[in-house]
């Protein structure tokens, strides 16, 4: 039986027949779902949608009594659950599967652009794949995937923009203890959550300068491609709708395509905008050069409280850490260098140093693990006094681990 409901009496283990949902165009933008995960009550809340309709023939009816079906993932209070933590490999070894899984998400990016501009629609079941080889590298080794998608040029920003967005969504579940079904979700969402560029002028996209007002409009537009494109795609979660379309709104409520504010805009459309951000400031784009890490996250806690919620940029801060690997440091003997490895100890990682800021002269490189020396750091480096942009410095450091 079709029934209206309520979508705060919805509950796990109900099929929604319609999301009683019409873009502005009309169209039903999210398709009938197996309701799996609570946080979907957020996200429809945040589309402002209030009633929806279900089918009990299908799923369960919201007084049923029965236990939610083995659809239903198992969350705790937060709707998220405790992962077991796995052992950490080496980054040396890591880097070599890492370097496979790279290659192969290039690939999948490249031919589901390839397929979205030729009208097909991506392949649900091969994001998935990819995710989840993606998670299982980041379970591994945190660092290495991270490292690697850094590594590109330019002009490889849209194709690897995706796939790194991703791999920090993945990184910041890992920390935030989201299930592993539900990292893998908003991983995928993360991959596909700027697929409607594909279909905007390729001009605006790689314009070497700023853009006019009437182009930013269209660029704009990428998150309702994105969303329509996604809405024909069977099998996906509704986050991936949600992430496509609401990555750009912002907790102050100056993001769009709704000016969403605060907790009206999901909590997987917030994590993923705040990756966003983070890529697209760390990144070399056709119309500016990519800023270290340690700007990145200094413009991100800049935006604490306006651009995401202080708890969303804590987490990805904490996430990411004080020093990610590709930082310039300077420590306590005199010397300094660049992260290569995370330890344990957020405030301790691995460094190989290369300058005696004492002799102002380059040195034999040496790694230092500062989790097991007294060394500390006493403050960030300036990578130019070495004669290497911090890009260089960490392509120097992956060859000779390779
Ligand atoms: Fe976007
Ligand atoms: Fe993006």
């Not at 920390?175 to 697929?195: K, M, R, W």
């Amino acid at each position: 039986m079709i029934k209206k409901v309520k979508v705060e009496d919805l509950k796990i283990g109900v099929y929604i027949h319609d999301f009683n949902c019409k873009g502005n165009d009309g169209l039903i933008y999210i398709d009938q779902n197996l309701f799996q995960n609570e946080n979907v009550i957020d996200i429809l809340k945040s589309w402002n949608i209030k009633e929806v309709y279900i089918d009990t023939e299908r799923g369960l009816d919201v007084n049923s009594s029965k236990a939610p079906s083995k659809a239903g993932r198992a969350t705790a209070e937060n709707g998220q659950t405790r992962k077991v933590e796995r052992p950490q490999v080496p980054l040396a070894r890591e880097l070599q599967s890492a370097k496979h899984v790279t290659q192969d998400a290039i690939q999948f990016m490249q031919r589901m652009n390839q397929q979205v501009m030729e009208g097909k629609l991506p392949d649900v079941h091969s994001s998935y794949a990819l995710a989840n080889r993606m998670y299982e590298s980041i379970n591994r080794n945190s660092d290495a995937l991270l490292l690697l998608t850094r590594m590109r040029t330019k002009d490889e920003y849209t194709i690897y923009h995706s796939i790194n967005v991703s791999s920090l969504v993945i990184n910041m579940c890992n920390y935030c203890q989201v299930s592993e079904s539900q990292t893998l979700d908003l991983a995928v969402g993360a991959l596909f959550h700027d697929i409607g560029k594909a279909v905007v002028p390729q001009g605006i996209l790689t314009k070497p300068a700023r853009l006019t007002q009437e182009e930013y409009s269209e660029m704009q537009l990428h998150v309702e491609h994105s969303a329509k494109l996604l809405s024909q795609v069977k099998g996906l979660p509704l986050e991936c709708y949600d992430i496509a379309l609401h990555h750009h709104e912002r907790y102050d409520g100056n993001g769009y395509p709704h000016g969403l504010k605060k907790n009206e805009i999901s909590y997987a459309a917030q994590l993923t905008g705040v990756c966003d951000v983070y890529d697209a400031i760390t990144s070399d784009r056709c119309y500016k050069l990519g800023m270290d890490a340690v700007v990145g996250l200094t413009e991100i806690y800049e935006g604490s409280g306006i651009s995401f919620s202080k708890e969303i940029t804590y987490d990805f801060i904490q996430s990411v850490g004080i020093y990610p690997v590709g930082t310039t440091v300077v420590l306590a003997n005199g010397k300094s260098g660049v992260v290569v490895s995370s330890t344990e100890d957020m405030m301790r990682p691995i460094v190989q140093v290369i300058y005696d800021e004492k002799k102002k002269e380059r040195i034999q490189p040496l790694k230092i693990d500062l989790s097991k020396t007294e060394d500390v750091i006493v403050s960030y480096g300036d990578p130019k006094k070495f004669g290497f942009t911090s890009k260089q410095l960490l392509k120097k450091f992956l060859y000779s681990q390779s």
